[in-house]
């Protein structure tokens, strides 16, 4: 209808509105352009379904009207059809008078997918007067892609799917919309549950299919891998992530996988034995420990039947059980096969208690009853006659092992054989794989022969108390107890008592010591014993008491439970006296000494060396053996060897003393003060010894560990203190040779023993140089014992050489004690010295301050006298009055010259004071007063 009306318009602009050639032409030239208009804003790419404005515009209105057309022509499309535009050419009027025609291209929609496209629009001046000017003839468009031309990616049967384990299948993947370009479309398997890319149930878990350019559909092949791990359902979901190459995801992008339960695993399920024998009145410690208290009564005895879940358990799984009579031909087969295991039958009934499923064990199941409960007992030919019954038991999700199925025994007092039922046991499982029954499918349960008289079972009443102590000959003790077995008539068949002795200590996991044992009485037999022995095994080990029980619950007999304990005398007592040193044996701890012979090799204990004026000495005491109870120690010095030592008490606080072990106390610590007496001593050896113990019977001292020997070594300076005697001698330089200077070294405070002392220069404080203005400065003079002083010589050299005062500082470098007692390879500086320096002074010589003189080559000689040293300098004065000046030095007629170290001259000043005119002659007598 748009075309139709597009060329009507034009018949219209044809028959009225165009001027014919011979029109009057333009009155100037013209120029028109093809511009691109827009509704509102021109986008920068258009799309489907968009107005495209074309306007044509003049420089000036024309004088008659302009017939145009504007074509649409491809540039760059997918298609050769020409129907993108609507229209694709129109005509239109640019009406006289005006500058500006507009006309509207609609783009169209639903052409199918496309990629971008290009369009011009291209202007054509159907009768074009004189002087028209075209100076834009187009512009061009680009139409955005449109209709998903990569196409839309689903999955094409997104339905929920069902697989076995191991079991390969296909997701098939549909394209619609366009199939322009090659497709890569990345996929991937999670768990349901977590999120968790699926990597070790799949064979490949993640991967990417590409579609080329024109494909439609494509297929992803999975796998599920068999890994023989017991499993559920699970859930998994296949997911398209996501696609590059243009193409977007659709709506159904994600498919549900279901793997069965496989590898059983609910779990495979079995008795845990093919036969089973009860006690009628008493269960078994696995009965006590799995079938709770509550379901006892005096009616029934309720014991387990054991049931195993192997492989899985991933999930609750219901195991059935059922239980039927067996034939007395199939109860003989029984016994033919397990003689030993059932010795005797009786007759016996079977009975179960009823349990509603709210008050039952929530893993524990009572089979519901198989006779009425007023009825007892059915017995027909001494075999029981059992009605079918079923039941379940429930194994919960997580939970393997062995559960216990609860079966009620009715108890009464009839003498009774074995009897015995059957019970098999089948699963309900979804799939043939999640869970199953196997091995033992089926088992027997059989009743123990009861109610017999075998006997009754005590401890002799002269067995009850024992006391056997622990021997120290390295042989081994014993205590026996009397099991007696009473009634004259009741001692029937064979009988086991189990029985166990049980300590009052416990093991290093606080659980008690135990021994067990069972009891064999042969048929008849009154009596039998249960030896204990006790080992000597040197473990400290206070009081012990040993408890010795008969188990009635666990009696064992041909006659099953017709074995009975005694009411009285089921226990007795052994008491093991304390023994081995059980409250410790004392030592010195020694593991950081060592054995000092060096000054005494007479002395071979663990050694200490100490100063008088030292710490306090610590010694450590340890409790070795046993550490039970209050036990004091007591020690105490005594004198090895000493020098004219008289007392302990003027050298140790304390002498003596007592070390006090608290109960479980291991060790102890205690400190001996060395007393600073002020009186000088050689090395001294003491001996600290561990002398006894409080608890003798039951601890001891170790006589390889209790004394260490104390060293005080010498103090307060035995070999004596030195100084020189003098702390000065002055000496002048000889004039020829050599001159001696004798120093005398004196010692006092204590004279034991030789010493060497050594002298020498202090170079540093000297201004003498050794061996060049004095030498014998470094040398060595031995004291012997008692000796008092010493006298040493240095000798002062004479070198013509002038020299100042100068000084030697001679130091007592060491002293060291050659004895008693050490020698130069084990010596000590064990002396001081009171006055450790003396200085020796060598006065000024050789002119050290020089020869001094007048200069006379400046000065005229008027007269001179030699030996006075005077000289006479006379300076003509010219007749002048006062004020050309008055002449003197600064110190008027008498002057001081001061000449310091190194200098040879000097300058007698001259001053002019009063007038300062003209010249003048000075006459100056100088003359040598003194020097200094």
Not at 349 to 365: A, E, L, N, Y
Not at 471 to 496: C, H, I, L, M
């Amino acid at each position: 209808m748009m075309r139709l009306s597009g060329l009507l318009l034009v018949l219209v602009v044809l028959l009225f509105g165009i001027a014919s050639p011979h029109s009057t032409p333009f009155a100037s030239a013209q120029e028109l352009s093809l511009l691109r208009g827009c509704l509102n804003s021109c986008p920068s790419f258009d799309k489907e379904g968009d107005i495209v404005v074309v306007k044509v515009e003049a420089t000036s209105p024309p004088t008659a009207s302009i017939l145009l057309k504007v074509d649409v022509i491809p540039i760059v499309t997918q298609t050769l059809v020409n129907d993108d535009f609507f229209p694709m050419n129109a005509y239109f009027v640019l009406d006289a008078g005006e500058t500006v025609v507009e006309w509207q291209f609609a783009i169209e929609t639903g052409d199918g997918p496309e990629l971008n496209e290009t369009f011009s629009f291209e202007l054509t001046v159907q009768n074009a007067p004189p002087g028209i000017t075209v100076v834009t003839r187009s512009f061009e468009i680009t139409i955005f892609q449109n209709e998903d031309p990569f196409g839309v990616i689903n999955i094409l049967d997104p339905k929920s799917v069902l697989v076995k384990e191991g079991a390969f299948f296909l997701v098939n993947i549909l394209r619609d919309g366009g199939k322009y370009f090659d497709q890569a479309i990345h996929w991937n398997v999670t768990s349901a549950s977590t999120g968790k890319e699926a990597r070790s149930q799949f064979i490949s878990s993640s991967g990417v299919i590409v579609l080329k350019e024109g494909m439609k559909t494509g297929t992803i092949p999975l796998q599920v891998n068999d890994d023989n791990v017991p499993e559920g359902a699970q859930g998994y979901h296949f997911s398209l992530t996501r696609v590059t190459g243009g193409a977007i995801l659709g709506s159904n992008a994600k498919q549900t996988i279901v793997i069965e339960g496989n590898d059983y695993g609910n779990g495979l399920f079995s008795f845990a034995s093919s036969m089973f024998t009860f006690n009628e009145k008493f269960r078994t410690a696995e009965d006590a420990a799995n079938i709770p208290q509550w379901l006892e009564s005096q009616q029934y005895n309720v014991v387990g039947l054991p049931i195993r879940r192997t492989l899985g358990n991933v999930a609750d799984q219901n195991v059935t059980l059922v239980l039927s009579q067996l034939s007395p031909s199939s109860i003989q087969q029984i016994l033919a096969y397990s003689p030993t295991t059932i010795p005797f039958w009786a007759n016996a009934t079977f009975q179960t208690q009823q349990c509603d499923q709210s008050t039952c064990h929530s893993d524990i199941h009572l089979l519901p009853p198989l006779e009425s409960a007023t009825t007892a007992k059915k017995i027909v030919t001494k075999d029981v006659v059992l009605n079918s019954s079923t039941t379940f038991i429930t194994f919960k999700k997580g939970i393997s092992g062995i559960l216990y199925a609860a079966i009620a025994i009715a108890k009464d007092n009839d003498s009774e054989v074995v009897e015995c039922v059957q019970a098999t046991i089948s699963v309900a499982s979804p799939s043939p794989a999640t869970a199953d029954v196997t091995g033992n499918t089926s088992a027997i349960i059989c009743i123990w022969a009861n109610d017999g008289i075998a006997g009754t079972f005590s401890f002799s009443p002269q067995s009850l108390v024992k006391v056997a102590y622990e021997r120290k000959d390295n042989t081994n003790n014993s205590a026996s107890f009397v099991v007696q077995r009473e009634g004259p008539t009741t001692r029937y068949g064979w009988v086991k008592v189990p029985w166990t002795a049980t300590s009052s200590f416990t093991n290093k996991l606080s659980v008690p010591l135990q021994q067990t044992g069972i009891l064999l009485f042969q048929h008849a037999q009154a009596e039998a014993s249960i030896n204990l022995t006790v080992l000597t095994d040197m473990s400290p080990e206070l009081n012990e008491t040993w408890t010795v029980v008969l188990h009635g619950n666990q009696l064992t007999s041909q006659l099953a439970d017709a074995a009975r304990l005694s009411k009285v005398y089921n226990d007795a007592i052994l008491t093991i006296p304390e023994n081995d040193n059980s409250r410790g044996r004392f030592a010195f701890d020694t593991s950081t000494l060592l054995i000092d012979s060096t000054l005494f090799p007479a002395n071979t204990q663990p050694t200490i060396v100490a100063q008088e004026s030292g710490s306090p000495v610590q010694l450590t005491v340890l409790r070795e053996a046993g550490i039970n109870g209050i036990v004091t120690v007591d020690w105490a010095i005594s004198m090895t060897q000493h020098h004219n030592e008289t007392s302990l008490d003027n050298n140790f606080s304390p002498t003596s003393g007592t070390v006090t072990f608290q109960n479980q106390q291991s060790k102890a610590v205690f400190s001996i003060n060395i007393l600073d007496d002020g009186v000088p001593e050689l090395d001294q050896l003491f001996t600290v010894s561990l002398l006894s113990v409080s608890t003798p019977r039951f601890s001891s001292i170790n006589t390889n560990a209790n004394q260490i020997s104390v060293i005080v070594e010498q103090n307060d300076y035995p070999f004596g203190l030195f100084a020189f005697s003098k702390k000065e001698y002055m000496v002048g330089e000889p004039s020829t040779g050599i001159s001696r200077v004798a120093i005398t070294i004196v010692r006092t405070h204590s004279f034991f023993g030789s010493v060497k002392v050594q002298y020498m220069a202090n170079k540093e404080k000297s201004t003498a140089i050794p061996d060049v203005d004095i030498i014998g400065v470094d040398s060595t003079i031995v004291f012997e014992e008692g000796e008092k002083e010493k006298e040493i010589t240095l000798w002062v050299i004479d070198d013509d050489v002038p020299e100042p005062r100068e000084e030697l500082i001679e130091s007592l470098f060491k002293a060291i004690s050659l004895g008693p007692q050490r020698n130069e390879n084990n010596a000590k500086i064990n002396a001081s010295f009171s006055a450790a320096e003396t200085k020796i002074i060598i006065k000024e010589n050789d002119f050290a301050s020089g020869i001094v003189s007048f200069d006379l080559r400046n000065v005229v000689v008027i007269s001179s006298n030699d030996t006075t040293m005077e000289e006479t300098i006379s300076v003509q004065e010219p007749n002048k009055s006062i004020p050309f000046g008055f002449v003197g030095n600064s110190n008027a007629t008498l002057s001081q010259i001061l000449l310091q170290e190194q200098q040879n001259y000097a300058i007698v000043p001259i001053q002019r004071v009063a007038g300062a005119y003209g010249d003048i002659t000075v006459s100056y007598k100088c003359s040598f007063l003194s020097n200094s």
